[in-house]
């Protein structure tokens, strides 16, 4: 079944704990991302990779940190979380860039930082 | 940037009853998905769009690239049709932006 698998899908944490968030799809696309959502405000891109070992900044890329060293996963890493990092995740993937892609959403990892 | 923005932000209906959301965007866009995002899940893509109407099942999503404008229909709504709604639209090699979504609440 093509899927994109996050995890955890639940973390609480404290401030400063370093965390890893993964994401693998298994559908070999090239394009993949990572999104947070906030009430009120819709989906805002973090960073996204059009290739392994190719990585860009997306709209609110600030305490994020992402890899991209095989096609299939793309880990999100928060190096010194903050409060203000609680939110709901997702990553997605794409076959390739470009709005006409279909997409495909993980399950969502809701963070909170205590 | 462009701008996209659903309406309405809110909606309770009862079952059977027909549904439309709307979503415009400020900018000429290539392609215009509608995805669902059920409580406490993820999100599924149900549609995408770069011109006219495509149908599956009891949802239909229609586009009108001139007034740069798209809806969302569910015929024959059901308590499972309950969701968040959101649409997102983009051109060329940018990226999605999304709009802030659709609560929809169908009661029994």
């Known amino acids: 079944e093509a899927q994109v698998t996050q995890n955890p899908r639940y973390l609480i944490t404290v401030t400063g704990k370093k965390l890893t968030v993964t994401c693998s799809q298994n559908m070999n696309h090239e394009y993949m991302s990572w999104y947070r959502q906030d009430p009120g405000l819709g989906l805002r891109q973090i960073y996204y990779?059009?290739?392994?070992?190719?990585?860009d900044k997306g709209d609110v890329p600030e305490g994020y940190k992402v890899s991209r060293k095989e096609k299939r996963n793309f880990p999100l890493i928060l190096e010194s979380p903050s409060p203000n990092q609680t939110s709901l995740y997702f990553c997605a993937s794409s076959p390739g860039q470009g709005p006409n892609q279909p997409q495909h959403f993980g399950d969502g990892t809701r963070l909170s930082i205590l | 940037k462009n701008e996209v923005e659903q309406s309405p932000q809110n909606l309770t209906a009862q079952e059977g009853e027909f549904i439309t959301i709307n979503c415009s965007y400020s900018v000429g866009i290539s392609a215009l998905h509608w995805l669902q995002q059920h409580p406490g899940g993820g999100i599924v893509s149900l549609f995408m769009l770069s011109s006219g109407k495509k149908k599956h099942g009891r949802l239909i999503a229609t586009i009108n690239i001139q007034e740069k404008h798209s809806s969302l229909h569910i015929t024959a709504s059901h308590p499972r049709d309950s969701a968040v709604y959101i649409c997102a639209a983009g051109g060329g090699a940018d990226g999605l932006t999304f709009g802030k979504g659709t609560h929809l609440i169908i009661q029994p």
């Open positions: 990779s059009m290739n392994v070992e190719v990585t």
